[in-house]
């Protein structure tokens, strides 16, 4: 199995006392993502199939939260501990990832409180689609 690891980064995050746990926490923390984005979404589908909109946008949501955390992660060696933070640093880093998170975050909140149509999940659905298909080589 290759790890997008460069030696580098494996040897400023060992300590004497944590070398191998801080090995196998990078080098399976992205394969926990990948895995997390088609399950969560296939999860979606699931839902989104039944007509569930309002709860299949929530799982689109989870599945690009996750998405744009393995991006993060990808360039930080760690992923945001929340919302906040996550816009944070896709704002600095990831200007495309904010804005279009930053356009479409709304809808997430209003799904506490509100039916979400089918025209609008799918355009969740779509943007999501996107941007797991331009940044990782898995099916979804």
């Known amino acids: 199995m290759a790890f997008n690891v460069g030696i580098s980064e494996i040897l400023v995050l060992q300590t004497k006392r944590f070398k191998k746990l801080f090995f196998v926490y990078i080098a399976n923390m992205e394969d926990v993502l990948l895995n997390n984005i ?11 199939d039944s ?13 690009l939260f996750v998405a744009l ?19 944070r640093i896709l704002q600095r880093d990831f200007p495309n ?20 149509d089918k025209g609008t999940c799918k355009e969740i659905r ?3 689609i996107k941007i797991i298909k331009k940044n990782f080589r898995i099916s979804i």
Request: hydrophobic letters at 35%.
């Open 51 to 63: 007509k569930d909109y309002t709860s299949a946008t929530i799982l689109y949501f989870k599945t």
């Open 69 to 87: 955390d393995l991006i993060i992660f990808n360039k930080n060696k760690f992923t945001p501990k929340d919302h906040t933070e996550r816009f």
């Open 38 to 48: 088609k399950i969560i979404f296939n999860s979606a589908e699931l839902v989104y």
């Open 97 to 116: 990832y904010y804005s279009i998170l930053d356009k479409y975050f709304p809808i997430y909140q209003t799904t506490y409180s509100t039916m979400i």
């Open 126 to 128: 779509e943007n999501v």
